[in-house]
């Protein structure tokens, strides 16, 4: 819904901002070149249905405008109308890692902090000097095109330089952030295989330092495909690896190639393999979805460049950890020539002000982060603005959950009102976004600016009708480049077609429950599995959460649908009635003037049937490794179901807070 029933503009950009975007000088490149009408420039629009409309048009011009280092050949799309099973560029050949190490210069290209313990500088030279070591040592432990380099590690450069040394060999990466536990790791890896795994010693998190170096004999043991482990010593300098098999020191790993300057890419075809990644797997063991080289970076330059207005010499930084998809679409941001701040730990270090020191010193342009850190800095009272020179930042990206209208208002008050304020979503599923930034449009209060270019995003009902202006299903009705090209030991495509297909038929339904608004833009209301149905009516778990976490008192909170009355042997239950679980500020109790305030506050700014029928008071919330409140988790302990896979979780003990209330009883 748009907030207080009304749009409010609360930034937009000037003639002279507009015309240095990297948006506008694509569509002078489409004028120019006579691709496109000189109307598409000042119209988003006209241009986004042109982007879909002539879709083979646009992606040849992305591949142009941001000269894309490959042949893509005559070809662009066969089978267009298949969905899965468009085939795009199908005599491209392209090596993903070429494209992203361009530049040998000497200036900066990633600056790394490791909370407030480590901090690196490195070069565009010194990147493709170490990929090249890094190569020619993979090429030489036997990894080959197709090969799975698995790295377990904190987003560090280190990282970087394994994936870019692996890709640039034609091998296929996959990663996990160091804090997933054995069976995490088994979960992921043990269906994917990899030849060889890089592994950190351990990492930083809030102040303390957490060894990863024990949990290494039990994985490699749990990993038969495994040729070589090599551990990155980031925590500590050096370790005894003699009763580690296959184990070696990464310095010992390189050493012998530290001649080696130059990398002989391998050129493949658009649809190789270049990541596999994972789903949250809290209902089961992951989804392994493999995304490919050419989609998956000609998606990143769009978004990068066109929607994020990623410029040379920017300085990119994302919060993120290398177990979330946004470190993919991150590290991608020097294809397009910025410098990428890498940072790994957690984001409250000083209360949060630690990520603000390292915008500052670094003079960062473009900003991500997620819903809940933007709500949790506004929970402190604290005002970055009147502590931080921001002069620097042109943009302000999130993601991971809905970012409620008051934390824009928070934003622009707080932090800095001069630039773009970008909600962005997709997910790990495209490796990329369905809905983001338009640096030549006005952000309006609560809303996403609009649906990505070449993206044919649309919200539909239960029969595949398009809405506006009312919540249904968010669905793309045509295909992309940057689909996945499946799952992982998925030989027929069943689990693929499954997964995005079974609910219409050739249109990819995402699974968010969305509306567009009148403006053109998308409000995200939560994960259409979670939405409520009290009384047959449905409810984004959103709605429920910008209310409650108004409220001072309240920190955090999670919803669910519980089944009631409870169900008789052998019948489905009738209803459900709405069940809000609330975390609050240190030292609070849930008193029945909390309560009623709580409902209160709910019923007078959404609908009587948003209003819970039970409020409950627990002290943790359980959540994924990306920070993903987990509400399918949380309902099936409150139904006495099993959460299959509690690995994918952060805080997995915290799902006993849930079991057997009994507050639920009655």
């Known amino acids: 819904m748009i907030p207080e029933s009304k749009s409010q503009t609360l930034w937009a950009p000037g003639r002279e901002q507009i015309e240095a975007t990297g948006l506008s000088a694509f569509t002078r490149f489409l004028v120019d070149r006579r691709i496109a009408s000189a109307d598409l420039a000042t119209d988003y629009t006209a241009l986004h249905r042109w982007s879909v409309d ?118 296929i990466f996959t990663s ?32 303390k330092t957490i060894d990863t170096l024990g949990k290494l004999p039990e994985i490699v043991a749990g990993l038969p495909s495994l040729r070589q482990l090599v551990v990155v010593p980031y925590v500590h300098r050096e370790h005894d690896l003699s009763a580690l098999p296959k184990a070696v020191m990464l310095a010992d790993f390189v050493q012998e190639y530290r001649w080696v300057d130059d990398i002989e890419f391998v050129r493949l075809p658009f649809a190789h393999p270049l990541y596999i990644m994972y789903s949250s797997g809290t209902t089961g063991v992951p989804k392994c979805i493999v995304h490919s080289a050419g989609g998956t970076l000609l998606q990143h ?113 707080k932090i800095k009102a001069n630039m773009q304020l970008a909600s962005i979503s997709g997910g790990t599923d495209i490796i990329s976004c369905f809905v983001l930034g338009n640096p030549n449009a006005p952000v309006i209060r609560g809303e996403i600016q609009c649906a990505g270019l070449g993206m044919a995003v649309e ?22 480049p940057a689909m996945p090209i499946g799952f992982w030991n998925d030989t027929d495509g069943a ?77 489905a239950s009738g209803d459900v009635r709405v069940v809000l679980f609330v975390k609050l500020r240190e030292g609070l109790q849930l008193t029945d003037a909390l309560q009623q305030r709580i409902k209160a506050t709910i019923r007078d700014n959404t609908t ?11 002290v943790d919330i359980p959540r994924t490794k990306s920070g993903k409140i987990v509400e399918l988790a949380v309902r099936n302990v409150v139904h006495n179901l099993p959460v299959k896979n509690q690995e994918a979780l952060a805080n997995p003990e915290a799902l006993a807070l849930f079991r057997d209330r009994a507050e639920l009883r009655h």
């Open 608 to 618: 009587p049937r948003h209003v819970p029928a039970k409020i409950v008071q627990v």
């Open 459 to 480: 919200v539909v009902d239960d029969n595949g009708n398009t809405l506006c202006g009312e919540k249904g299903e968010l669905v793309c009705m045509r295909s992309f």
């Open 301 to 413: 330059l769009k978004e990068h460049r066109l929607h994020a207005d990623v410029r040379d010499g920017d300085r990119l930084f994302y919060f993120t950890t290398c177990g979330w998809m946004m470190w993919n679409w991150l590290v991608s941001g020097i294809a397009s020539g910025a410098t990428l701040l890498l940072y790994d730990g957690s984001p409250f270090v000083a209360d949060g002000r630690l990520l603000f020191d390292f915008a500052v010193a670094e003079r960062m342009t473009h900003f991500g982060t997620s819903a809940k850190f933007i709500d949790a800095l506004a929970k402190t009272g604290w005002v970055p603005k009147d502590q931080y020179d921001l002069s620097s930042l042109r943009a302000m990206f999130s993601t991971g959950s809905p970012l409620v209208a008051e934390s824009f208002d928070f934003v622009y008050e």
């Open 176 to 207: 996990a952030s160091p804090d997933f536990g054995v069976q995490g790791v088994l979960d992921r890896f043990g269906q994917t295989e990899p030849i060889v795994l890089v592994a950190a010693d351990g990492y930083f998190y809030a102040g």
């Open 495 to 571: 689990k693929y077609r499954a997964a995005y297909f079974e609910r219409f038929d050739n249109v990819w339904c995402h699974g968010d429950f969305a509306e567009i608004t009148p403006n053109g833009g998308f409000v995200i209301y939560g994960r259409s599995d979670a939405t409520l149905n009290p009384g047959g009516v449905r409810i984004g778990t959103a709605e429920i959460y910008r209310q409650v976490e108004k409220l001072p008192e309240v920190l955090e909170s999670i919803v669910i649908g519980q089944d009631w009355p409870p169900a008789k042997a052998g019948e």
């Open 54 to 171: 002539q879709s083979e048009d646009f992606w040849t011009a992305i591949w142009d405008f941001c000269a894309v280092v490959g042949e893509r050949g005559h070809k662009v799309l066969v089978d267009g109308q298949k969905m899965p099973g468009a085939n795009w560029f199908p005599d491209a050949r392209l090596n993903f890692a070429e494209n992203l190490l361009r530049r040998r210069d000497g200036e900066d290209a990633i600056v790394f902090w490791g909370e407030d313990r480590v901090k690196e500088r490195i070069s565009h030279g010194d990147l493709y000097r170490r990929v090249a070591h890094m190569a020619a040592a993979f090429r030489n432990a036997g990894v080959a095109t197709g090969d799975r380099v698995a790295a377990y590690m904190p987003n560090c450069p280190d990282t970087l330089v394994a994936m870019l040394a692996a890709t640039s060999l034609g091998a």
